[in-house]
């Protein structure tokens, strides 16, 4: 018995292995392509009629009435596009071999697939008292595959194969399955066969909300692996020479200086080098290029700085480097370093005009050095600001990477994957530069304030390191606190947000310690982003277990408002996809808490009605092309004139 049944799957499986391998390689391809939507009405519309070039009647150009007739005049294709009002983009007519009969036979091109019949018999009749023919209908719908055999063209649908026996020509060929095959890359013909357009507003919720906890987790990492790495950084610029020093100019100008060529040199490996206070040694290096940095209020004290005194000789103190002076200082520091060298003072050199080489133009003046090392003022806040934008790039870039990978993983195409980094990417980098900035901006002010009050020095890294903290902490929770005392969240939501964000920020910083220790400041950013987003992924679900989030409530409300009104209208398709997607757009997030703020329920929906779905419709409505009286005074005079001739 068992050899039997043994026997008997082995004949059915090679005797369906064809349909088995049809199905397979059908699931493969839709999963590839089923969220994949690069079209838009437009897109297909082109595709269409490119497609009809392979037709004997395109465009204008096809018998409307003849092509009408070819549909209606069979039941069998009657009964495939029902109440749908078709649309002609291309048609072959092949006449009948019956004088009598008023038939068309051939193929038309629809937005829905192609409709072919064939004459078979012309002497015998069915039961029906027609003469036999064949009509078949090939849908858009499901078709995944073209290609063609003994110049028969197959189409490859979810169970089976068809055929349109139909005679091109070559080139008409060839123009049908390129243009066929672009129809099915757009994405459509999944579409079709998964009822994308019914889903579409599903969908776009659901990308929307999948994709938040990669967003906030990645913020939340991004933010940590920040503060991990200020501390360090602020010890690699000499913050605390900057805000406490005498000399704390000369220490704003190595910094400001440092900041200009790494912008202007962004392939060159470009830092300051002079925090072990080496004697004699260089303060910065723009590629292999070291530089000595001298600010005085003066041309010639600024150079002679970088001489030794006359009891020791007056030589140059730093040779093969580049003395780096006040840009303001420029002009008279090349003269004075022409007499220096015109005196044998600078070792190596004779030539006067060498001096071009020696003395390099800051980026800042002697002035803008000492109110970057003040702060509270406008320059200070410039170049603190670009320190801030500069040391967040490499979490940007690795927000953008997560959020792009999260967002395809979501179901989001490539574009929408983009978008949505890009905007991580630079959100990344604005509170970056809001937590570097504003932390060494108190840091500088904060300091000279305590030291003027008490009388004592306080370390100013420490006091931005603190701020630091405070800040990210306001840019974390504010927002929600926010909201949730204007009553746009339930303290259930607050609770929960602040719940996730405290998981997310406690995974950055296990992410970031681990990686940091192991591969340095770049470590502790990947680390910490890492660990923050996928901390406050599972943060987020487990506590959806407990806590439902006020959208979810909101937003069937107000797909059920969209529905019921949109439905009850009298719009074009076309005036419908623009409503959709105008209400249901990227601030979906920010309509849904103003839905809650108005306390809209199941029963008190008037707000989702009026001004966030009506108030969208009357806009796209009032777009329409308005009807003059003048155009109304011409219909009536070409009415009078075709009752007049009837």
């Given amino acids: 018995m068992f050899k039997l049944i043994i026997a008997i799957l082995i004949i059915v499986s090679v005797l369906y292995f064809g349909n088995i391998i049809h199905r397979i390689r059908f699931f493969k391809w839709y999963m590839n392509n089923k969220e994949l939507h690069d079209y838009n009405q437009d897109k297909i519309r082109d595709i269409l009629n490119q497609l009809a070039n392979s037709f004997d009647y395109s465009g204008s150009k096809i018998p409307y009435g003849r092509a009408k007739w070819f549909v209606e005049g069979e039941k069998d294709f009657i009964k495939t596009y029902g109440d749908d009002e078709l649309e002609f983009f291309g048609y072959s007519p092949v006449r009948s071999k019956i004088e009598e009969e008023f038939l068309e036979y051939g193929l038309l091109l629809t937005q829905n697939g192609i409709y072919y019949k064939e004459q078979i018999d012309t002497q015998n009749k069915d039961k029906n008292n027609r003469h036999i023919s064949i009509s078949k209908y090939f849908p858009f719908d499901g078709l995944w595959r073209i290609d063609i055999s003994q110049s028969e063209i197959n189409f490859y649908y979810p169970h089976r194969i068809e055929k349109i026996p139909f005679q091109f020509k070559n080139s008409q060929q060839i123009n049908l399955m390129v243009n066929l095959n672009d129809l099915i890359n757009t994405g459509y013909t999944a579409d079709l066969y998964g009822h994308y357009i019914e889903k579409k507003v599903n969908q776009t919720f659901h990308k929307q909300f999948k994709i938040t906890p990669f967003e906030d987790g990645v913020n939340f990492g991004s933010i940590v692996g920040?503060?991990?790495?200020?501390?360090?950084?602020?010890?690699?610029?000499?913050?605390?020479?900057?805000?406490?020093?005498?000399?704390?100019?000369?220490?704003?100008?190595?910094?400001?200086?440092?900041?200009?060529?790494?912008?202007?040199?962004?392939?060159?490996?470009?830092?300051?080098?002079?925090?072990?206070?080496?004697?004699?040694?260089?303060?910065?290096?723009?590629?292999?290029?070291?530089?000595?940095?001298?600010?005085?209020?003066?041309?010639?004290?600024?150079?002679?700085?970088?001489?030794?005194?006359?009891?020791?000789?007056?030589?140059?103190?730093?040779?093969?480097?580049?003395?780096?002076?006040?840009?303001?200082?420029?002009?008279?520091?090349?003269?004075?370093?022409?007499?220096?060298?015109?005196?044998?003072?600078?070792?190596?050199?004779?030539n006067p005009e060498d001096a071009y080489k020696i003395i390099r133009k800051g980026n800042v003046t002697y002035n803008e050095a000492k109110l970057i090392a003040k702060g509270g003022n406008v320059t200070s806040l410039k170049y603190d600001a670009l320190d801030g934008a500069i040391q967040s790039l490499p979490a940007a870039g690795i927000s953008f990477v997560i959020v792009f990978a999260g967002a395809k993983w979501s179901g989001s195409t490539t574009k929408e994957a983009a978008t949505l980094a890009i905007r991580a990417g630079l959100k990344t980098m604005t509170v970056g530069t809001i937590i570097y900035a504003t932390s060494q901006q108190i840091g500088k002010i904060a300091t000279v304030y305590i030291a003027n009050i008490t009388g004592k020095k306080v370390a100013a890294n420490l006091v931005a390191q603190r701020f630091a903290g405070i800040i990210s902490f306001g840019i974390v929770i504010g927002p929600d606190l926010f909201d949730a005392l204007r009553g746009r969240i339930s303290s259930q939501q607050l609770l929960k947000n602040t719940l996730i964000a405290?998981?997310?920020?406690?995974?950055?910083?296990?992410?970031?310690?681990?990686?940091?220790?192991?591969?340095?400041?770049?470590?502790?950013?990947?680390?910490?982003?890492?660990?923050?987003t996928l901390a406050t992924i599972g943060s987020k679900s487990i506590l959806d277990n407990f806590f439902e989030d006020d959208r979810v409530e909101m937003f069937a409300i107000l797909k059920e408002e969209f529905i019921d009104v949109v439905m009850s209208m009298s719009i074009t398709d076309e005036e419908f996809e623009l409503i959709q997607d105008s209400v249901f757009d990227k601030k979906l997030n920010e309509k849904l808490k103003d839905m809650f703020q108005k306390n809209q329920s199941k029963n008190n929906r008037t707000y989702t009605r009026e001004k966030v779905i009506e108030k969208e419709i009357e806009r796209i409505i009032a777009e329409r092309t308005k009807v003059t009286e003048y155009d109304i005074l011409e219909a009536v005079e070409i009415a009078e004139k075709e009752f007049a001739v009837l």
Wanted: no cysteine; charged share 20%.
């Fill in 226 to 350: 920040m503060n991990l790495n200020l501390g360090q950084h602020l010890r690699d610029i000499q913050f605390n020479p900057i805000a406490n020093a005498r000399m704390a100019h000369g220490y704003a100008a190595e910094y400001s200086n440092d900041i200009n060529d790494k912008i202007k040199y962004p392939f060159k490996d470009v830092q300051q080098i002079g925090q072990n206070n080496q004697k004699n040694g260089a303060d910065r290096i723009v590629g292999i290029q070291k530089i000595q940095t001298k600010y005085h209020s003066k041309a010639r004290s600024t150079v002679n700085s970088a001489f030794e005194p006359k009891e020791k000789g007056g030589t140059y103190r730093y040779p093969n480097m580049q003395l780096e002076v006040p840009k303001e200082q420029y002009n008279e520091s090349i003269q004075i370093m022409k007499e220096k060298i015109r005196d044998g003072k600078v070792p190596g050199h004779h």
């Fill in 502 to 532: 405290g998981g997310g920020i406690a995974g950055g910083i296990a992410g970031g310690a681990i990686a940091g220790a192991t591969f340095g400041p770049v470590g502790t950013i990947v680390g910490a982003v890492a660990g923050g």
